[in-house]
């Protein structure tokens, strides 16, 4: 298998902490990709151009990240995804919110980056920052769900506190916002799978 991967995407990095903690490295060529320069051979896996796009053992390509976990939790061991009733339906609402943010963020950080000093809209960052306090105070309040063993909101919630200090440290201190959220990164965010894909600018 293929991984079309990205070391500063959040999105990607759920997927390569996925492949670590299921021992699925010796299954899977990770590709290091640019999506703004996607090459001929991504865009046939992925005609959007983005990353994580993996590219499965029968040559199917697969792409979102959480329905390359989904794929990839289904091939070994123990599911880190619930697969039915009340404990899918925390997971889903946990991932709606994590994801949510990384894309508030993510446009933040396209706001800031990759236009035109002239062309941004200070408003619009205002409006996602605002959304991202109101996000964190919400995972605060969700911290019991995340009680227990590793499953892939656990990995969602910490690639989305380690984005935020990636791309949107100026706009918010989610540390200081809420300790109750900073005492269980602190925990957490140890596992080797997290220290080993830590992203760095």
């Not at 590709?31 to 992925?46: C, F, G, K, Q």
């Not at 990839?72 to 995804?81: F, N, P, Q, V, W």
């Not at 946990?94 to 002239?118: P, S, Y």
């Amino acid at each position: 298998m293929k991984l079309y991967s990205s070391q500063l995407s959040p999105f990607a990095r759920k997927v390569r902490i996925l492949i670590l903690e299921k021992s699925l490295q010796d299954q899977i060529t990770i590709i290091d990709s640019n999506p703004y320069e996607a090459t001929d051979e991504h865009l046939r896996a992925n005609p959007l151009s983005k990353v994580p796009t993996l590219v499965a053992a029968n040559g199917e390509c697969i792409y979102d990240s959480y329905v390359i976990c989904e794929y990839l939790d289904a091939l070994s061991g123990e599911h880190l995804m619930p697969q039915s009733g009340e404990e899918r339906l925390l997971a889903l609402r946990q991932l709606a919110l994590t994801d949510g943010m990384l894309q508030q963020t993510f446009n933040i950080a396209v706001e800031l980056n990759r236009r035109e000093e002239h062309e941004r809209s200070m408003k619009w960052v205002k409006r996602w920052a605002e959304s991202l306090v109101r996000g964190v105070d919400a995972l605060a309040d969700s911290l019991p769900g995340y009680e227990g063993t590793l499953s892939l909101p656990h990995i969602g919630l910490v690639c989305t506190l380690d984005y935020l200090d990636l791309r949107a440290s100026d706009q918010l201190d989610w540390r200081a916002q809420q300790p109750a959220l900073k005492a269980w990164y602190d925990d957490f965010g140890q596992r080797p799978a997290m220290q080993q894909t830590r992203p760095v600018s």
